[in-house]
């Protein structure tokens, strides 16, 4: 397929040609992974700036995307990949052979620092680009800890994302500084920190919230525009109409009596202290969505079935559906129920599930929002999604639907999210609805749930 590049990838692409570290932000359609491989193209043969490029991204993008979207445009064919995956061996080997692109799992990075620094023979790549750079906005992360080391080492640094900051400003000072090593936002998170932020919830000495001081986005967009280009896919792309649709479960009564009991058990574990509160919050969260799902884990780790309303009205929709449908699962306990009641669903787990899906082969779809949140494009098998079980994450959640609204869609996106009533599930819909989900509004949605 020729690639014809629309005015703001010219853009994207001039900024990678033309900088040695850039990060794009670029909204989720927009076409990063070609951007950046024509750019790449460009800089190994017909600049000859670039001889290794080592791309590190999620697991799933680093099977499928790239290779597929080297074999997808008739300019990058001549490129040589050498997926960095599997077992040591295999990813040993990869790196060995003679290649443009090196694509390695993010969950690879500490690895493949470990092992360059005891073969002793330097750094070989001089190009590296970080897909899904927001993956890495954890300094204490062990992945942030190793790339930092060999950031340094590379001549051009190029960092990928649709979501920079998910959770807020003080994700930016990682992302930033793999791209620059500090010299626009800090050589510390603590001194970026202090710089930028003022202690907001917190209980003594703990703090729980930092909140931005007055001014400070602005002051921190100027200090990385020069080095960051971010582009709304809403100022560049005609996407399909995407409609939200919510649907209502409702518990028999003997249901809704287990389910109060289950809930009052759990939220008895917050306390009232307000340590112990922040501290238990995400774990109580989970156990509250499995509950309105239909089932949760005991500590034996056995699951205890309440209900299955959000299953009956998943095998509605499909029964009444006349195309594939693609469905977000939370739990274990929610595949297998899942799998139960539509035995020929099948299971996002390779590049050939979505080689199948995109094929039109696959009628309903199983997947896990982490499995599939970046990088992965199945706009070309079907445009219905169903939340079976919400996220608190609004990255996740917002990743996963641009699976389907995106570039190349050509239907509208049908988003149905199956609501247990009377649960936590309205409070976690009301949060990804006002694009709050913080830890302050995760705690003031159990406080309300606990009536204090």
Request: contains cysteine.
């Amino acid at each position: 397929m020729k690639f014809v590049a629309h005015d703001y990838q010219k853009r994207a692409i001039g900024r990678i040609l033309d900088q040695n570290s850039v990060g794009l932000f670029l909204d989720m359609g927009l076409g990063k992974t070609v951007i950046t491989m024509t750019a790449i193209d460009e800089l190994i043969y017909d600049r000859f700036e670039v001889h290794k490029v080592l791309v590190i991204a999620p697991k799933r993008v680093a099977e499928d995307t790239w290779t597929r979207e080297a074999a997808k445009w008739d300019h990058l064919r001549e490129l040589r990949i050498s997926p960095v995956l599997g077992s040591v061996k295999d990813r040993t080997d990869a790196l060995d052979r003679d290649a443009d692109l090196y694509v390695i799992g993010r969950d690879n990075v500490v690895w493949l620092v470990e092992l360059l620094q005891k073969r002793k023979k330097g750094w070989p790549f001089d190009m590296i680009v970080i897909d899904e750079l927001s993956s890495f906005k954890n300094p204490q992360a062990k992945r942030f800890r190793a790339l930092r080391k060999a950031v340094p080492c590379a001549r051009r640094v190029v960092g990928l994302t649709g979501t920079p900051s998910p959770n807020g400003l003080m994700d930016l000072w990682a992302e930033v500084y793999l791209l620059d090593q500090g010299e626009r936002l800090g050589r510390t998170i603590g001194w970026y920190r202090d710089e930028y932020f003022r202690p907001g919830m917190r209980n003594g000495y703990m703090v729980y919230k930092w909140e931005p001081r007055k001014g400070a986005q602005e002051r921190i967009q100027e200090k990385i525009s020069d080095i960051c280009v971010s582009m709304s896919a809403a100022d560049y792309l005609q996407l399909p109409e995407r409609i939200d649709n919510v649907i209502p479960v409702r518990m028999s009564s003997l249901e809704r009596k287990k389910y109060d009991e289950m809930e009052e058990d759990q939220l008895l574990q917050l306390g009232e202290d307000e340590t112990v509160v922040a501290l238990n919050a995400a774990s109580v969260m989970s156990k509250l969505l499995q509950i309105a799902n239909g089932s949760v884990y005991m500590e034996s780790g056995a699951p205890v079935r309440i209900h299955e309303r959000k299953a009956e009205a998943l095998e509605e929709i499909v029964d009444t559906t006349g195309e594939p449908v693609l469905v977000f699962y939370s739990f274990r306990h929610d595949l297998d129920t899942i799998r139960k009641r539509i035995p020929d669903a099948r299971t996002l787990e390779g590049p050939e599930d979505i080689a199948a899906w995109n094929r039109g082969e696959i009628r309903v779809l199983l997947a896990h929002p982490a499995s599939v949140g970046y990088g992965l494009n199945l706009q070309e098998g079907g445009h219905v999604i169903v939340w079976y079980g919400l996220t608190w994450s609004l990255e996740l959640y917002q990743q996963a639907n641009a699976r389907l609204h995106r570039q190349g869609q050509e239907k509208p996106v049908i988003v149905h999210h199956l609501i247990t009533e009377g649960t936590v599930d309205e409070q976690v819909m009301r949060a990804l609805q006002a694009k709050d989900t913080s830890q302050a509004a995760l705690l003031a949605a159990l406080k309300e749930r606990r009536g204090t």
